[in-house]
């Protein structure tokens, strides 16, 4: 950037020539010409320094003024755009700043640099993080380990640049080799290693709590925002009660990183591991509001060379709402923690409410009769409430208490915090279960609430999901436990199997179970990597719903085998009684010992 004319002949500086082989590199023509429009129409203009400020940035992505988050994404952005000279930070965001901002928050740094992932998570997290004396030297103590024998290799694994690359002009290639030589030395591991005395680890480092519990917000509000989708749309979600349930939402989330009544902030072993295991696709919101800077509003692709404008205008894409239909448990701030480790794409715009026990009612058949002719993935929910300290021993409650094993586990969360959801992602077709369960690695159980996890299927047992229905043991929905064969002894069985990570709901959709033997080291099911304890919580079971994911095509799979079944039905109900003469019928029924003598068989007519 120049500050006075008598620079003009200078020497492009490094940020300059790092920021240009990105710019080449990493977008379109088009996308970077509407950067540069964007950049130009937005900048701020003091002594030849064009920049952006905090409230233009957060005037151009529509953050809302409720959520207070503008100063955390300023604060972000002024660390990245330093990339990879990190000594630097924080920056005035310039162009040069403004183009690794972008190319990073988007992702588009993949074209160049490979094995990024670990390293633009560690990124995010020194964006986010403040520096704490005390906790470093606390850090230090308890890491002071001899350390092995250092590698031979001096370059750090994250951020290695992609030997191939893309194709150069050949007058390019010399100058970019030496620009991709110089990141390979100053990958983001090494970048931490220069300037700052605090960059050179994470050790003392934390991100506040009440930072991150804004950042969470945000990032509900925006996973399902689309690359030229304005973030103004979802106003309503910031206010009323849709604000309070974003709020507690992001309260769920944030106790997967850390217990806030015991620590001020999250360290980078809590977040790199939360991340990794619970939250794939967290900060994947992000690319799509920051690819606002690649379209400019000003380009209209109307007009013509000539400067004739054309008169045939392309109506505008109406989007279909982000849940067609409306659950008890599902709303949209649940559809968006789900995206945080279920793909988008499977989520938004793609679910139909299958089956809610409170519509439909209570009852497998009815469960039955609603999800088993979908033939794509579905989302099984189920919502209760946790059984006091002393449960009633009289009534259904008693029991379902007295078909388990006793209780050896705490409860997972603090008792003011009693409401409990849990779920689970099916990608096969839901079938009765006879001999064997149904599922796969692909699936996965989750807690959404009052603590959000994630259970990744494993491939110690195959005892994924059974749906089991008299005179089976204990009929119902059992996942991830051993499925109890029908015997003449399992008739008189008086305890249920439940696995080490389990969650079993009776077949009166009444009550449920969840366990997580951390101890037993999972079954069918991982254990948590945030709770490594062992708990279990039984609850009066509120509502259960079952979405399927899919569009058009499987609702349209689905309708015909209902309609095939329902033939099917009248079909066999002509055979045995299709003669339209009632005494015949009635006949029929006296000789197999249904009606006459001490039988009525209810009525003929």
């Excluded at 849940?323 to 793609?350: A, H």
């Amino acid at each position: 950037m120049g500050q006075s004319l008598s620079d003009v002949a200078r020497p492009p500086s490094k940020e300059e020539i790092t920021a240009e082989l990105f710019a080449r590199k990493c977008f379109e023509p088009l996308e970077l010409y509407s950067f540069k429009d964007n950049f130009k129409s937005l900048a701020d203009h003091q002594q030849n320094v064009r920049y952006l400020k905090e409230d233009t940035i957060a005037r151009f992505l529509e953050l809302p003024d409720i959520l207070a988050v503008s100063p955390i994404i300023y604060h972000m952005l002024t660390y990245i755009g330093a990339f990879p000279f990190l000594q630097d930070a924080p920056v005035i965001l310039g162009f040069e700043q403004m183009i690794m901002v972008v190319a990073i928050m988007t992702e588009r740094y993949t074209k160049i640099l490979t094995r990024g992932a670990s390293d633009r998570r560690k990124l995010l997290f020194k964006s986010l993080a403040v520096y704490d004396r005390k906790l470093s030297e606390i850090e230090k103590q308890q890491h002071n380990v001899p350390a092995s024998a250092p590698s031979s290799n001096t370059h750090a694994p994250g951020f290695a640049i992609d030997a191939a690359g893309d194709d150069l002009d050949d007058e390019a290639i010399d100058d970019d080799e030496l620009v991709l030589a110089a990141l390979d030395s100053l990958d983001v591991n090494d970048a931490f290693k220069t300037g700052d005395s605090h960059a050179a680890t994470t050790h003392g480092a934390m991100i506040p709590v009440d930072n991150f519990r804004k950042l969470i917000m945000l990032l509900l509000l925006v996973s399902p925002l689309g690359s030229q989708e304005s973030l103004s749309t979802y106003g309503y979600r910031v206010a009323g009660t849709e604000l309070e349930e974003l709020r507690t939402t992001a309260a769920n989330i944030l106790s997967t990183f850390i217990n806030v009544e015991k620590s001020p902030g999250i360290t980078y072993a809590q977040f790199g591991h939360a991340i990794t295991t619970n939250f794939p696709f967290f900060f994947n919101g992000l690319n799509s509001l920051f690819e606002h800077f690649l379209f400019s509003k000003n380009l209209d692709f109307s007009k013509h060379k000539d400067g004739s404008v054309s008169k045939t205008v392309a109506p505008a894409l109406v989007l279909p709402p982000l849940l067609q239909d409306n659950g008890q448990i599902m709303n949209l701030n649940v559809l968006s923690q789900l995206s945080f480790f279920i793909n988008g794409n499977e989520l938004f715009r793609r679910l139909r409410l299958l089956y809610s026990g409170s519509e439909a009612g209570f009852s497998m058949g009815s469960f039955e009769s609603k999800v088993f002719n979908w033939r794509a993935p579905t989302i099984l929910l189920v919502s209760g409430t946790r059984f006091s300290d002393f449960p009633s021993n009289r009534g259904s409650e008693g029991v379902f208490s007295d078909s388990l094993p006793p209780k050896r586990f705490p409860n997972g969360s603090s008792p003011d915090r009693d409401r409990l959801v849990f779920g689970a992602l099916v990608r096969q077709p839901w079938r009765h279960t006879h001999k064997e369960c149904f599922g796969g690695e692909d699936m996965v159980l989750f807690q959404l609430a009052p603590h959000h996890d994630v259970f990744r299927a494993s491939s110690l047992n195959r005892e994924y999901v059974a749906f089991a229905k008299p005179p089976t043991a204990h009929p119902g929905i059992n996942i991830g436990c051993p499925h109890p064969k029908v015997t003449q002894s399992s008739r008189h069985e008086s305890l249920r199997h439940l696995g080490p990570v389990s969650l079993v709901i009776d077949s009166s959709f009444e009550y449920g179970v969840f366990t997580h033997d951390y101890s037993s080291s999972g079954g069918a099911f991982g254990t948590s990597a945030s709770r490594k304890y062992n708990f279990q919580e039984r609850f009066q079971v509120d509502e259960i719903e079952v979405w399927g994911c899919g569009g058009d095509e499987e609702a349209r799979i689905q309708r015909e085998r209902w309609e095939w079944e329902a033939r099917e039905a009248e079909a066999r109900r002509r055979v045995n009684l299709g003669t339209g003469d009632i005494a015949a019928d009635r006949a029929l029924l006296e000789m197999a010992g249904l009606v006459g003598a001490n039988r009525s068989g209810g009525s003929m007519a």
